[in-house]
Structure formats: structure tokens, C-alpha cells
């Protein structure tokens, strides 16, 4: 069992910045990708970034250049700085592990609000 704990969310005006931190513990293999996904309300979940054991990092085109994914492996920890926010980016943030053998987890959630 893998526990995930993001922390970081909150309500921004457009153009401020806020940072996300998720923290993983439990049973946590070596090699495995962290990121985030997101959810508006009414709408799908959405990929917005993930982050390989390696450094090695992908990212929605909405967020590209505007969003950085980050981690410390020694911390089991993931991070997310979102600068240039814009309303359309307020939607609870999730994070997410991805490891061999399908033990795949995500947390419970975070709400980034981006008022206009």
C-alpha cells in the first residue's frame, strides 16, 4: 500500500503562483513516475504533468511553460509550481504513483481555486 498526501492548494487571483507538494509513503519501489492530474467540476479527469524516478518530466500543453513538476526521491515527494495562473486552471489537483506490477495510487486531492 502506497499513502499519497497533497498539500498546497488554495484560492489565487489570475496571475499569482502556488505550489503543490504530495508526499508518498508506504511501499514505494524505486523505479516509478509521480505526477498530476486535475479536475474541473463537470468536466474529466485530466493529465497535467508526470515526473519519471529519472528526472525525466512531460506536460500537458496547458500548463507548458507556466508549470513546473519536480521531485525529491530521498523525500518520496513530488511538487508542482504553477505560476501564470488563469482561471481555467482551478480544479482539484491530484497526485498520482505509477510502479511496476500495476500498484498504482492517488491521493485523496487538493483544491487550487484561480479567481479572475
Known amino acids: 500500500q502506497v499513502q499519497l498526501v497533497e498539500s498546497g492548494g488554495g484560492l489565487v487571483q489570475a496571475g499569482g503562483s502556488l505550489r503543490l507538494s504530495c508526499a508518498a509513503s508506504g511501499s514505494i519501489f524505486s523505479m516509478n513516475t509521480m505526477g498530476w492530474h486535475r479536475q474541473a467540476p463537470g468536466q474529466q479527469r485530466d493529465l497535467v504533468a508526470t515526473?519519471?524516478?529519472?528526472?525525466?518530466?512531460n506536460y500537458a500543453d496547458s500548463v507548458k511553460g507556466r508549470f513546473t513538476i519536480s521531485r525529491d526521491n530521498a523525500k518520496n515527494t513530488v511538487y508542482l509550481q504553477m505560476n501564470s495562473l488563469k482561471p481555467e486552471d482551478t480544479a482539484v489537483y491530484y497526485c498520482?504513483?505509477?510502479?511496476?506490477?500495476?500498484?498504482?495510487?492517488w491521493g485523496k486531492g487538493t483544491l487550487v481555486t484561480v479567481s479572475s
Open positions: 515526473i519519471t524516478s529519472g528526472g525525466n518530466t
Open positions: 498520482f504513483i505509477i510502479q511496476p506490477f500495476g500498484t498504482n495510487y
